[in-house]
């Protein structure tokens, strides 16, 4: 799990840099630093989607994972998450839309989403290489310097659900790559693109709100749907 270590340093390190660099920095600087990063994730998320060989089962991965996500109540539970954290190390009791709880969400679905977290989870796991999570690193480095500078100490808070669900890949990398096909992962990233456009126009750009992480189990749900479309020579 070096690799994963080392991308909860970076988010750590990136988040502290953010934090104290956010009171120096000019209210209308770092709004438009935001929206770049949150244009720079909607047209990432679109290079994302254009890997998919179907789109319908992206469409159907996204729909039947939002009705997973909102029976489970997983947005809800981040935001309970967050809120809890928020209030056990700041004292204050954060709602909806507090500066806190969108760092933390905004910034934990980034750094879990995308094939990166994946395959480099899979590639330590199975050969100790970190290279691929190295490079995730630096990246996620930036954006939670970028995210902390708004949003504040929420965004180190992070760290924990890439420690968990990357982590959790490293150790079950075996069985992970025995399962996951090129197919499945382009199909499993297309969806990812649309769930971090969800982000970005919800938790960068604030165009609408967007329950985006009611989203996430269509990640899992691409793969299954694109083996039972083989399975059903759909394909």
């Known amino acids: 799990m070096l690799g994963t270590w080392i991308n909860v340093v970076a988010i750590l390190a990136g988040g502290a840099l953010g934090c104290l660099l956010g009171g120096k920095l000019p209210e209308r600087l770092r709004q438009t630093v935001m929206a770049g990063v949150g244009l720079f994730t909607l047209a990432y998320s679109l290079q994302m989607f254009m890997k998919t060989h179907n789109a319908l089962i992206v469409v159907g991965s996204i729909v039947l994972g939002a009705v997973l996500g909102e029976w489970w109540g997983i947005e809800n539970g981040l935001e309970k998450l967050g809120s809890f954290l928020e209030l056990r190390f700041t004292g204050v009791e954060s709602t909806a839309g507090s500066r806190f709880l969108k ?3 905004s910034t934990s679905l980034i750094v879990c989403i995308g094939p990166v977290a994946i395959l480099g989870a ?15 690193s630096v990246l996620d480095f930036f954006i939670a310097l970028t995210f902390a500078s708004t949003f504040g100490v929420g965004v180190l808070f992070s760290a924990l659900p890439i420690l968990v669900y990357q982590g959790g890949i490293t150790l079950l990398a075996g069985q992970v790559q025995a399962f996951i096909t090129d197919v499945m992962m382009d199909e499993l990233t297309a969806t990812g693109g649309v769930i971090l456009m969800g982000v970005a126009i919800s938790g960068m750009l604030e165009i609408k709100r967007i329950r985006s992480g009611n989203f996430l189990p269509a990640l899992f749900l691409a793969p299954v749907i694109v083996w039972i479309v083989a399975r059903l020579g759909l394909g």
Do not use: P
Not at 122 to 136: F, H, R, S
């Open 103 to 105: 760092g933390f969400l």
């Open 122 to 136: 899979i590639q330590d796991g199975l050969t100790g290489n970190v290279e691929l999570l190295a490079v995730k």
